[in-house]
């Protein structure tokens, strides 16, 4: 198959999964490039795949060949994109992790994909989303995501009752934050089941949710009180794992 126009009706209705109602509504989304067709595709989430009609298909998918100005509408990348593929949002297991982490509204798009890519490096099992988070299926969060997103599961519910359900399975959860209370990561006592919860960029945890958590931990810093959230997480998952215990 081979598409020329932009006004193709299948073009057309997935130009709709820029958007986030779009992407909800067809429970697909959409990611560029070779590394991230081939995590979808291994995970079994690829369904439809574009490719610049001068390109060879490197991938054991059947592709349907298009135009410049098709590959561009469909790409939220500025330059000129070569393959874009259409992929089915995945369907995660409701079962109970024993290390996860909570984000209460994260809102960058590239700090989100940072944290999974992190997470899923450090051995997290499971990412809690606030309802209010940014979508783990914006663009720019998958690219920073670098794939990671298909190798652990994403969920959006209730923060405060996934914790207090966590909590009622004898899960410590950790809240991170800049308390008088809080206790220096190093001085952490890491526990073999456990959950963290990291804050909004701007304004951290709500402080209903801080109340919820077993301990508040804070990193040691030479200088400034606090860093940007992804590193802070990327500091902190990586402490949870390897830290003696």
Sequence with gaps: MRIESVQN??????????????????????????????????????????????????????????????????????????????????????????????????????????????AHSFGIEAIYCSKNCVDVYNPKTIQASQGALFHIPVYYCDLYQMVSSYRKDNMKIFATALHQKSIFLQDVSIPDCYGIVFGNEGSGIHQELIEQCDECIKIEMATFESLNVAIAASICMYTFQYQKR
Excluded: W, Y
């Design 9 to 118: 009706k299948k073009i057309k209705e997935f130009v709709k999964l820029h958007t986030k109602k779009g992407r909800d509504e067809k429970n697909l989304f959409i990611v560029e490039g070779h590394h991230l067709i081939q995590e979808a595709l291994q995970s079994s989430c690829l369904k439809e795949l574009f490719i610049l009609e001068t390109v060879q298909n490197p991938f054991s998918f059947p592709a349907i060949e298009c135009t410049q100005s098709v590959i561009n509408k469909l790409s939220s990348q500025i330059s000129n994109a070569k393959m874009i593929g259409v992929c089915e949002k995945q369907k995660n297991s409701e079962k109970k992790k024993k290390k996860v982490i909570f984000l209460d509204e994260i809102q960058d798009p590239g700090n989100m994909g940072t944290i999974i890519r992190t």
